[in-house]
């Protein structure tokens, strides 16, 4: 079991779970979020993604718990500026840049704030939560197109990031995860005709990805996973 993690976005939804899910065990949990503290269970930092020197400064105090797991877990499908797009004719650039920015450029801020200690720690597990329909082979459906972009970016980042970390610490294991449909309020919008049994729990979600985790070795990093640990095409 993981005695120390850390939760970037943790303050709802999948994150909020996985802290309660490792707090519950007796882990160290520290959580990292724009959203205030929503009680003292655990150590939680505040970063109103803004400054940098502040994101920096909230990131080296979480590291001072020493984590040996670490989760991304920032992300947006939606919201009042646009929904998925269906069609190329509803495509939108300030959208796209909104969701590239949400995406991909705020985990890539910490995920080079964390490079330094990545390379450091022995063992470390970096799980950072993807989506499947960021896989361009598993593509079949089309539409989405901001939210499938930036999230085949966010794979080819870990991708990088796991190949540079590599040559310091071949004993890293950095990943991007799909995490399946949850009950959350990014799902909300698109619950009602999924098949029955698909939608999980913020807290089921939190027990599958925490069994990925444990189960995560160096020999996977790089790779894009099924919320089951399963590896999916890129």
């Not at 705020?106 to 499947?132: G, H």
Request: hydrophobic fraction near 45%; glycine fraction near 6%.
């Amino acid at each position: 079991m993981s005695a120390s993690v850390l939760v970037i976005g943790g303050g709802s939804g999948i994150g909020l779970a996985l802290a309660h899910h490792y707090y519950a065990l007796g882990a160290t949990v520290s959580v990292i979020s724009r959203q205030p503290a929503a009680g003292q269970q655990w150590y939680w930092y505040q970063d109103e993604l803004q400054q940098h020197a502040i994101t920096e400064q909230l990131l080296q105090q979480a590291l001072q718990q020493q984590p040996d797991t670490i989760f991304i877990c920032n992300g947006v499908l939606h919201d009042a500026q646009a929904a998925p797009e269906k069609t190329i004719r509803q495509f939108d650039t300030e959208v796209l840049l909104s969701r590239v920015t949400s995406n991909v450029a705020v985990p890539a801020r910490y995920l080079q704030l964390l490079f330094n200690y990545l390379c450091k720690t022995p063992n470390i597990k970096l799980l950072v939560l993807s989506a499947k329909v960021g896989s361009i082979t598993d593509n079949a459906l089309g539409g989405w197109y901001s939210y499938r972009i930036s999230k085949a970016a966010l794979n080819m980042l870990v991708k990088n990031l796991s190949i540079e970390v590599s040559r310091l610490n071949k004993s890293a294991a950095i990943v991007s995860v799909h995490p399946g449909t949850t009950d959350t309020a990014l799902s909300m919008p698109f619950q009602a005709n999924l098949p029955q049994g698909q939608l999980q729990s913020a807290a089921s979600t939190a027990l599958r990805l925490a069994h990925v985790a444990a189960g995560l070795q160096p020999a996977a990093s790089g790779c894009l996973l099924n919320w089951d640990g399963s590896i999916l095409p890129y």
